[in-house]
């Protein structure tokens, strides 16, 4: 208790300094969360498109029900493909009607033969990554009998430039969050040790021993990580409630990651108290 004592006293010799630096942590460790949670819920985007992809493969017109077969039969053996469907043209055309309830009229002379039967080619999630699933289709479109394939290739990829920027400004934000973070801390807790110089001196003259003399800083930096962790910890669950009360659909975010804020924080702090003592030891 006398070293948690004098480590607050030693905080309220310097309280604007104290207040700064809790600011600053609680700034810095609250862009690293949010940015993280916003990553996060455009990785969780992706995977959920990912799971919904489906290459349709139009068939040429005039096909013999054999070709069709043999068509079907050559799916089956390309790998990254999970499950096939047939959709007739016949299909398509009630699924047009469907889409477009309020002009049927347009499509009433419309010939369902004319429209193009298809196959709809569920891939394994392994294969939806861009390049893979762009492989995948032309395997498809290759195939004699195959008119033409679609799966949303520019959206896909699109979204996944969009995550993959997202993760190297979060991996950017953390580094120079950490360095900016250990470096505000550890001159604050520098500060300190020389505002009390004089007294570290006569304690080590008095034989007292390296950790009891040091230790009050190291709850510095302790305290200077834990207080701002936590209240980030509060405001990136006051972020979740707001986007969930005006109705934004989020994907549910592990509480581990919140909580690992606080560890987070935490470990900065030791870490900037100890990068501050190693100098002055």
């Known amino acids: 208790m006398f070293l948690i004592y004098e480590a607050f006293r030693f905080l309220s010799t310097r309280k604007n300094l104290t207040f700064f630096v809790l600011i600053s942590n ?3 460790l609250s862009i690293l969360g949010t940015t993280t949670l916003i990553t996060y819920q455009i990785f969780q985007y992706l995977q959920a ?6 290459i349709q493969a139009f068939l040429k017109t005039n096909l013999t029900p054999i070709d069709s077969i043999r068509i079907l039969t050559i799916l089956n053996t ?3 493909i999970e499950r096939i469907e047939y959709k007739s043209s016949k299909d398509a055309y009630n699924e047009l009607l469907n889409i477009y309830k309020d002009y049927k009229d347009v499509f009433s002379d419309v010939d369902p033969n004319e429209l193009p039967s298809s196959y709809l080619i ?5 294969w939806t990554k861009g390049n893979l699933l762009e492989e995948l289709a032309n395997k498809i479109k290759m195939l004699d009998g195959i ?40 001159y604050a807790i520098k500060i300190s040790i020389n ?3 004089l007294a570290i001196e006569i304690l080590k003259l008095s034989g007292i021993d390296y950790f009891r003399i040091y230790a009050p800083f190291r709850i510095i930096g ?20 707001l986007f969930k009360k005006f109705g934004f659909e989020l994907f549910p975010f592990p509480n581990s990651f919140l909580l690992s804020v606080i560890i987070f924080g935490t470990i900065m ?13």
Request: hydrophobic letters at 55%.
């Open 49 to 54: 498109i990912r799971k919904e992809i489906t």
């Open 122 to 126: 569920k891939p394994k999630l392994y």
């Open 195 to 197: 505002d009390h110089r």
């Open 26 to 28: 609680l700034l810095l």
């Open 222 to 241: 302790l305290f200077y990580g834990l207080v701002p962790s936590i209240l980030t910890f509060i405001f990136l669950n006051f972020i979740i409630f």
């Open 147 to 186: 008119e033409d394939v679609y799966y949303g290739k520019n959206w896909i990829l699109s979204l996944e430039k969009l995550s993959n920027i997202f993760i190297i400004v979060s991996i950017f934000i953390l580094i120079l969050i950490f360095l900016t973070f250990i470096f505000v801390s550890s």
């Open 78 to 80: 390309i790998s990254g």
């Open 269 to 281: 702090g030791i870490l900037s108290a100890e990068n501050a003592l190693r100098e002055d030891s």
